[in-house]
């Protein structure tokens, strides 16, 4: 059974950076697309990133593109989401995700993960 925690949520500036890290319980089959979401009162959960872990191939949302970056440290077993240059719309609460999918699969609708962990909240003003 995989445990997710994330961590790194604060209250920033627009314009500002965070960094949220996903802490896994193990790095396995099971973990092989792993991918952040976000949910904002009143809004849908959005799918932000996704990365595959085998070839560390990644995919960001158009609204992230440019801005955020998803990245593994396999040592650590720990998926990181850089956030630079934060909007007043980005303020959510973040959602690490993680799934024994790949291909087309492996994207950014929540449907496939059957890993979440509890969340952090990003607040930006």
Known sequence: HVQLVESGGASVQAGGSLRLACKASLFTYA?????????????????VA??????????????????????????????????????????????CAAGAVGGTWCGLSPVPYGYWGQGTQVTVS
Request: hydrophobic share 35%.
């Open 31 to 47: 973990t092989k697309c792993m991918a952040w979401f976000r949910q904002a009162p009143g809004r849908e959960r959005e799918g």
């Open 50 to 95: 996704r990365l595959f872990r085998r070839s560390d191939t990644t995919v960001h949302a158009d609204s992230v593109r440019g801005r955020f970056t998803i990245v593994q440290d396999k040592a650590k077993n720990i998926l990181y989401l850089q956030m630079n240059r934060l909007k007043p719309e980005d303020a959510a609460m973040y959602t």
